[in-house]
């Protein structure tokens, strides 16, 4: 019951996981993203809700993509942004990680942006907030190990419900490297709080994590099975580093079964749509024509990637 | 007919080359960056003309210095300013370039400050955005390979109408290694377009493009010969990497024939003013004597660099 | 008699070194950072008087924590920050020192910080510029070689006045690494020209400096002695290159004779304060119950650094 998430009016005061959140909760971020698409289309792309907070973009794990969408979004929202590249930095001498974070919170830190190889590293950081007694310091988890990546399964949320409207009759599949992601596990936990009746999982045997069933996935090893109907088709990166492990044969082997091409697509619905988290393997998990076609979503999901970032910013802030 | 740098009203929507960028086009652009010296010179050096603005500085071949320069111009312009090493990016990830633009893009980019080692890159991607129909957004080169780097062929020409007034009666001397100088090309195409009657190129065989009369200079292997009666020198910077090569045979050699000394430089007028793009190797292609003396120019191209770069992204971001 | 840290009118002009500054200045310094103190618990950790200024924190040595104390102040004091790694840039292209301020004061910087490696380097910045008359652009030393860390120093003294109101009956003992520790050399500058009748320094032989007696400081070799009835404890960070060396047989031996534990702080006054500039070695030359103890005042100093940083930019901005 005891969720770290929220504070006990229920408001959101770190975002660290879409697992346990209520779809209360979910469609309030949903809801609070819309007017932040029409702000990044004015002229003066800039509101001040977070004007004089210091956001720190605490990156333990490179990802210029990431943290180039929280600094976009931390600075829309008029906060002072902190880049903090922390591989390179007092980790390596020798200080912990909750000493970084204590002398950042005496630095009048208002927000971090965690990414971390370690699953866990950002509930670990809330937890130690929470125990020092610093409400009005917050966390937003920017993807931890293997574990979640929140607000790219809510971006995700958010292009599925701006192009299908409600979740109570799609069925969405999810491609590829499973296992290894993040991102999939966090929209899986969003969709099944928002009602998705129907979840597909489909990749091979290697790539797909033992106990996903339990998460109320159907599981598909054949593509064309797995498309069949769908309204919503999600396409995961392939990690090269994969490729040359055991997982997999090879990157025209995966693209054969697994990758999205024209004829693949025409299994699904006519109106499904085609979602990828990026970067993009062109011929690996995509085909071109596809990425690029009328069915793909992939660049509006950047831009709502944005919104979400700022709406969870700005609930943070206020809460 | 069809420049893509101009939309069809004649404003400067992208900067690419000074190659084919008409007269009045240029004077426009010099005559916004005079306002500019004097708001630098303010105690708050800041105008709102670029608020709200996202500028990407897209750095694919690092260059802090240049880089800064941009940044501080876009800064002064109160834009929001991400920069991006993309060499340790998403290119490293395998993502194409226009992938990555096309993200940026989807984030509500305003403006693409581009350095790339390839000679094209930056039209590459104005082309691409003019194909997308996206005519808000802008792209400024900040030096692609041996071909352009028309910021700083803008501010060598700010900084000889500053000193001399006009192009017309002018004799420009360029010296040193033209062949893999982009600015060197820049500053020529400036100076032909600006009607300035006689722009020499002086330099040893090796480090002279083989087709460069046909850009209207005129070519000089003896450094008194090409000295003679010029109003401007230009010492361009040699690259150390040039002369661990075939191309030169030591640095000392160099300077005993082309570095600028004082001698050297009495042969040209009196009022002579001597440039450099910087960084200044002291020693190999100028002697201190000459790059701290009376003629030099050197530190207000520096000043007037910034007030260009200003203009350019005032004048575009109003197209 | 000419001090080049004071103008005419005994204006704080730059911030190099504690030794010879003033004990009127130190005051100052320290009460104009109070209320910046109460800046930073506000909602909006803003305040305009660096509107418009351009202030470069320029490292030539890497140090990502404080970089970002001053990246913070001077965001704070509404400044336009650009970082600048120089070991990374145009000194790796043969650029001298002071051509690279040249280039960045011909860019109409406002204020230098100065991070690098040479003792000197920033003294030797601001001579170079009051010798180019640059009376407006102010350097603040962030570090240079074992010499000084002024802002350090400065946010040790506000610490000690905070708790210990002030200097005139204190007993102050510096603990450690003496010997490669700019921040102890800054700090025991400070206290004596603040009054404080006795500093003491303990270390083995081989981490104190020679020379340190005559810096009016008493010299312990046994830690029990030097801590017995000091009102402020000063743990020095122990650098672990120093322990690869022959200056310390291992840090479990000298944790053993130097680190601070509860039973060794039991010999100090009661209510002692213990601080430490970080980040700290825990087990090393700290234990945890300690760092984290009611004595500890070791994030308290962090957030004073912030404080004392506005101060100090603050006046040198207005001078």
């Known amino acids: ?39 990044a289309e004015r002229d003066v792309k800039k509101v001040p809700l977070l004007r004089g907070k210091t956001v720190f973009n605490l990156f333990f794990e490179n990802s210029t993509r990431t943290r180039t969408t929280f600094e976009i979004a931390a600075k829309r929202l008029s906060a002072d942004v902190i880049n903090l590249n922390i591989g390179v930095s007092s980790t390596s001498k020798g200080e912990t990680l909750l000493d970084t974070i204590d002398n950042l919170v005496a630095m009048n830190a208002d927000m971090f942006v965690v990414r971390h190889g370690q699953s866990g590293a950002p509930h670990l950081i809330a937890r130690h907030l929470s125990a020092a007694g610093q409400t009005g310091i917050h966390v937003i ?10 607000t790219q399964g809510l971006l995700d949320l958010f292009t599925i419900r701006h192009y299908k409207h409600e979740f109570s009759r799609l069925t969405v599949a999810i491609v590829g490297d499973l296992l290894h992601s993040r991102v999939a596990r966090s929209l899986i936990h969003g969709l099944t709080t928002l009602g998705t009746p129907e979840v597909r999982a489909i990749g091979p045997q290697t790539l797909l994590p033992a106990a996903i069933e339990s998460l109320g996935v159907h599981v598909f090893h054949d593509m064309a099975d797995g498309l069949r109907g769908a309204d919503v088709i999600v396409m995961l990166r392939l990690q090269s580093e994969r490729m040359k492990g055991a997982l997999l044969p090879s990157a025209g082997e995966f693209f054969k079964h697994y990758g999205l091409t024209q004829d693949k697509l025409a299994l699904a619905k006519p109106d499904a749509i085609v979602m990828h988290p990026g970067p993009m393997n062109r011929g690996v998990e995509i085909d071109s024509a596809v990425a690029d076609g009328k069915h793909s979503v992939i660049l ?16 943070l802030a206020s809460s």
Chains 1, 2, 3 share one sequence.
């Open 1 to 39: 019951m005891n969720n770290p998430q929220l504070n006990d009016k229920g408001e959101l005061i770190h975002l660290l996981t879409l697992e346990g959140l209520p779809a209360e909760v979910i469609g309030r971020i949903l809801d609070t993203a819309v007017p932040f698409v029409s702000v």
């Open 300 to 315: 509006p999901q950047v831009t709502f990637g944005i919104a979400v970032r700022m709406a969870v910013m700005s609930m």
């Open 141 to 150: 988890n920017a993807g931890d190990g293997r574990h979640a990546h929140p």
